[in-house]
């Protein structure tokens, strides 16, 4: 199953033309069903599935692992298979949380600059978007920037303005309930989907690897001390408050140290090939529950 996940998607990145004209998500919906089936089964049962699927872990790891993990369970992550880091998780989250002057900054922020543009701040859950008249991807930082008055020096992840806004921005979806709700409606759309998914299997850099390395075959993996988390959800509680570098990260931000640590040269934040790999990722958490900003390690 996995190497038809990882070979289907170089070859069918060559096949957008292919979709239904009246079906532009088909293909996606597909993508998205082969790996809910994938980690579904994977983490079934660790300890069953040690030779098919964890033949670097031991013993003792795997007895760690929750049993029959299912879709939805994934949107926390490593969390939502590991049953011991659930656990510290949960202890931390009864405590105050660190990001919490953050959100508050982050409203402030929104009433004073951004409220003309999103009237209502509980739309992050609908990003990426693809904007049908430029034809481009647009995520919810791109969006951000877009809404600074005339003459303001564009934002990056780095900006403190611009975590905050975006974990008060997720926080006010949670709240509402809201899930991610990224959408493919046009040939276009479609294509750059087929793009972001084909960068995210594609080998790069030094060390030959791709994200799917990590997230795909290896979710659940154990590398130094860190447990490899799920493609499916990995979207859904950014901003992230991480424990050990005591900061918010947006995803742009993460994704560009994920990329630089796997021996590649991460894609500028606001470059093509940025925005479309968010826009397949954003896809692949469709239907799970907005849960940022959140804690990881």
Request: include cysteine; aromatic fraction near 10%.
């Given at each position: 199953?996995?190497?038809?996940?990882?070979?289907?998607?170089?070859?069918?990145?060559?096949?957008?033309?292919?979709?239904?004209?009246?079906?532009?998500?088909?293909?996606?919906?597909?993508?998205?069903?082969?790996?809910?089936?994938?980690?579904?089964?994977?983490?079934?049962?660790?300890?069953?599935?040690?030779?098919?699927f964890?033949?670097?872990?031991?013993?003792?790891?795997?007895?760690?692992?929750?049993k029959?993990?299912?879709h939805?369970?994934?949107?926390?992550?490593?969390?939502?298979?590991?049953?011991?880091?659930?656990?510290?998780?949960?202890?931390?989250?009864?405590?105050?949380l660190?990001?919490?002057?953050?959100?508050?900054?982050?409203?402030?922020?929104?009433?004073?600059?951004l409220?003309?543009?999103?009237?209502?701040?509980s739309?992050?859950?609908?990003?990426?978007?693809?904007?049908?008249?430029?034809?481009?991807?647009v995520?919810?930082?791109?969006?951000?920037?877009?809404?600074?008055?005339?003459?303001t020096?564009?934002?990056?992840s780095?900006?403190?303005?611009?975590?905050?806004?975006?974990?008060?921005?997720?926080?006010?979806?949670?709240?509402?309930?809201?899930?991610?709700?990224?959408?493919?409606?046009?040939k276009?759309?479609?294509?750059?989907?087929?793009?972001?998914?084909?960068?995210?299997?594609?080998?790069?850099?030094y060390?030959?690897?791709?994200?799917?390395?990590?997230?795909?075959?290896?979710?659940?993996?154990?590398?130094?001390?860190?447990?490899?988390?799920?493609?499916?959800?990995?979207?859904?509680?950014?901003p992230?408050?991480?424990?050990?570098?005591?900061?918010?990260?947006?995803?742009?931000?993460?994704?560009?140290?994920?990329?630089?640590?796997?021996?590649?040269?991460?894609?500028?934040?606001?470059?093509?090939?940025?925005?479309?790999?968010?826009?397949?990722?954003?896809?692949?958490?469709n239907?799970?529950?907005?849960?940022?900003?959140?804690?990881?390690?």
């Open positions: 199953m996995l190497l038809k996940i990882a070979k289907s998607s170089v070859v069918l990145a060559l096949a957008a033309s292919a979709l239904h004209a009246n079906a532009f998500n088909e293909q996606a919906e597909m993508d998205k069903a082969a790996l809910i089936k994938y980690f579904e089964a994977k983490f079934a049962d660790a300890e069953k599935n040690k030779d098919k964890f033949p670097y872990s031991t013993d003792e790891e795997l007895t760690k692992f929750t029959n993990v299912k939805n369970d994934l949107a926390l992550g490593t969390y939502g298979y590991n049953s011991v880091l659930k656990e510290l998780y949960d202890q931390n989250k009864e405590g105050f660190p990001f919490e002057d953050n959100i508050a900054k982050g409203e402030e922020f929104y009433n004073k600059t409220k003309g543009c999103f009237p209502d701040p739309v992050s859950n609908e990003y990426p978007k693809f904007d049908e008249s430029k034809k481009v991807v995520s919810l930082a791109e969006a951000i920037n877009a809404c600074l008055p005339a003459g020096k564009k934002m990056t780095g900006d403190k303005d611009m975590q905050n806004v975006q974990a008060f921005m997720a926080s006010k979806a949670a709240a509402a309930g809201k899930v991610v709700d990224v959408k493919i409606d046009s276009e759309a479609a294509e750059a989907y087929e793009r972001g998914k084909k960068y995210y299997y594609s080998q790069r850099g060390l030959k690897m791709s994200c799917a390395t990590c997230h795909v075959q290896g979710a659940g993996q154990r590398v130094r001390n860190e447990y490899m988390s799920p493609l499916l959800g990995a979207t859904t509680h950014f992230a408050f991480r424990t050990s570098s005591e900061a918010l990260f947006t995803l742009e931000k993460r994704m560009s140290g994920c990329v630089n640590d796997t021996g590649q040269k991460a894609p500028k934040e606001d470059s093509k090939d940025m925005q479309e790999l968010l826009y397949f990722m954003g896809y692949m958490s239907g799970m529950k907005i849960d940022g900003p959140d804690l990881r390690k």
